[in-house]
């Protein structure tokens, strides 16, 4: 089993951290070997940035996913599967920290115009640390 495997059986047992390991070990073996814009290095580097997302690391989520898609970009096809499956992370990822920017912001100015009293009255925003 390569270490990259491993990245991904960890990830599949939840194993967060121990698959960064792998994956950080097998980026720096495929980089050696292969070359940093190598497709195989790149499928390592789009697999971190899944990892990232999934810890709840969207800044590291989008610094893997932006160098695995340039790096496809530039080896593939644009309409390649890959650049194409990178792409859609990407998208998804903007999509997915915009939204939730907007809704930390739109929950604080709502917090701010209910007064406390008011918002546990209601049975409000008790759950986000009230």
């Not at 495929?30 to 580097?45: C, D, F, M, N, R």
């Not at 340039?70 to 998804?92: H, I, M, S, W």
Request: hydrophobic share 35%; proline share 4%; charged share 25%.
């Amino acid at each position: 089993m390569t270490v990259s495997n491993l990245g991904g059986l960890y990830t599949d047992q939840g194993k967060l951290k121990e698959a960064e390991t792998m994956y950080q070990r097998a980026l720096t073996g495929y980089e050696k070997a292969l070359g940093p814009g190598h497709s195989s290095t790149l499928v390592i580097v789009n697999n971190l940035g899944n990892l990232y997302r999934d810890q709840g690391k969207p800044k590291e989520a989008e610094t893997m996913y932006q160098r695995a898609l340039a790096g496809f970009e530039k080896a593939c096809d644009p309409n390649d599967y890959q650049t194409k499956k990178v792409a859609e992370a990407l998208k998804r990822l903007i999509r997915s920290v915009t939204v939730n920017h907007n809704w930390k912001k739109q929950y604080f100015i709502l917090r701010a115009l209910l007064r406390p009293p008011l918002h546990r009255a209601l049975g409000i925003f008790t759950w986000y640390g009230s």
